[in-house]
């Protein structure tokens, strides 16, 4: 079984809005924290926010107010809804889980910011905001 599926992106207007989700399998839902990255071209992969196992959920600043993480428990479904989107949001989107520690800053919620430090990761789905 694939650990995360992302869907629901697509393309759209400045200002509208999309809802992500990712699918998990129940081992990696239930892991410590579950994110979301995205990656423009030719830019590194950011964070977007996270979610741990309590449900506290963080996000960054460049989205703060205009998204929001949240959790299916019943359907082991994470969701990344984003409104007001921008231009600049362009990017492939990827969910990850079970951060490992190490390198890297932490959110308020201490889930990783780097990608690099969780151990599963989506296929990634792709936003498109034109102006």
């Known amino acids: 079984q694939v650990p995360l599926v992302e869907s629901g992106g697509g393309s759209v207007q400045a200002g509208g809005s999309l809802r992500l989700s990712c699918a998990a399998s129940?081992?990696?839902?239930?892991?410590?924290?579950m994110a979301w990255f995205r990656q423009a071209p030719g830019k590194m992969r950011e964070g977007v926010g996270s979610?741990?196992?309590?449900?506290?959920?963080s996000v960054a600043d460049s989205v703060k107010g205009r998204f929001t993480i949240s959790k299916d428990n019943s359907k082991n479904t994470l969701y990344l809804q984003m409104n007001s989107l921008k231009p600049e949001d362009t990017a492939m989107y990827y969910c990850?889980?079970?951060?490992?520690?190490?390198?890297?800053?932490?959110?308020?919620?201490?889930?990783?910011?780097?990608?690099?430090?969780?151990?599963?990761w989506g296929q990634g789905t792709q936003v498109t905001v034109s102006s």
């Open positions: 979610v741990n196992s309590d449900g506290v959920t």
């Open positions: 990850a889980a079970d951060y490992r520690g190490g390198i890297g800053g932490v959110w308020t919620n201490a889930c990783g910011q780097t990608f690099s430090v969780y151990n599963y």
């Open positions: 129940a081992y990696t839902y239930n892991k410590n924290c």
